[in-house]
């Protein structure tokens, strides 16, 4: 289908509203582009995430648009969320640096810590990262994570537990502030929804920060919009795009210099597969595009908790608090047993960047 109408310009077109999507968002239009930012899902406010228990409910992309798009890849499953935010929206807000001794020698001198650290601050302070205090309601820590951080005290393994940097808000859960960014947010209820989409606006998500901040710098934001084409027009790009919520509408179209494909592993890689093999678009692609996948390490288990009480007495709550509040550096320090390595592309040599 043809598009709608003459194709809008842009300096900057940014596809996907994530992390990498909104940091770029936020720093092109602080810089003075025209930005304009295309993401196939919906705005997602407090209140607004799906609690139904059906599937069908506002839970799956591929039902209706709603928050999670899960697709199986063969030998591989992929979770990504959708929506004004990304994965800001159903990540579990831990803001993690690599332990140095992790990135072996392969790691380009710009991609280690040394290099990384000033940016992993400035994120921090955008993010506005803390640890997770105790429980306003209790007074205490959430029952899970004192649990273990006791067991790990009294085992003989010598590691540590640490509670991570969270990009959520504490305080108090019943009053709205603005963040730094003039966002309103309120203190975490330690209700243990995070990856669901906190209703309780309490996380910091890209919306309430980078994202904030592009469109406070002029940069537009067009939700409902799929990318689904990606060429090479006047020396620049032509981006086209279909609406989700309405397949018969005509595609829009937008052309910009410079365009930040940032929709994800998945998607992105799709997209340039799609612009390189099917629509010829863009056939200077390396043909290693979409080699060397790999897991980000993600292992899900569950555990059983026995606690010799007597049955009559109430077990504690083991659901309150953010998702994730405790770390067991499992051997890392020394990182002898799980190292990070880079794919499986060119080797850098020590030293270079
Ligand atoms: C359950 C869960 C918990 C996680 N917890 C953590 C954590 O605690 N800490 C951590 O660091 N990481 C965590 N992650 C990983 C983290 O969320 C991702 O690494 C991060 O979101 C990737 O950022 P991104 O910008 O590459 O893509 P995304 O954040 O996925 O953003 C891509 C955006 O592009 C949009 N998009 C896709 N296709 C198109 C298209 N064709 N046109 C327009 N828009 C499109 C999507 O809707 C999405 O909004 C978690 C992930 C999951 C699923």
Redesign the pocket.
Known sequence: MAPATDPQQADVIV???????AVAAARFAQAGFSVVV????RRWEPGDFPRRPSLDDGWLWQVDHGLY?IRWLGGMAS?????W????L???????RPFDQMLDDRWPLHMRRGALDPYYDLAAHMLEVTPTTDDPRTGGPAPRTALIEDFMARSNIPEATARPNLAVTFGDPDQWRPNVHGVPRRGCAFVGEC?LGCNHGAKNTLDTNYLAVAEAAGAQAVTD????RVERRDGGYAVI?STPTDPQAAPREWVAPRVVL????V?TTE?LLRARDVHRTLPGLSRRLGEGFSG?GDFLTMAELRTGRKAAAPPEDLRTGPT?TTNVGHGLPRGQRVRLVPGPGRRHPAGAA
């Open positions: 596809v996907g509203s994530g992390f990498g999507g295309l993401e196939r899902g798009d979770a990504q969320a959708a929506g935010g990304g994965g800001s159903a990540y579990a807000n831990v803001f993690a990856v919009a799929q990318v689904d795009a940032a929709a994800g592993t998607a997209m980000n994730i």
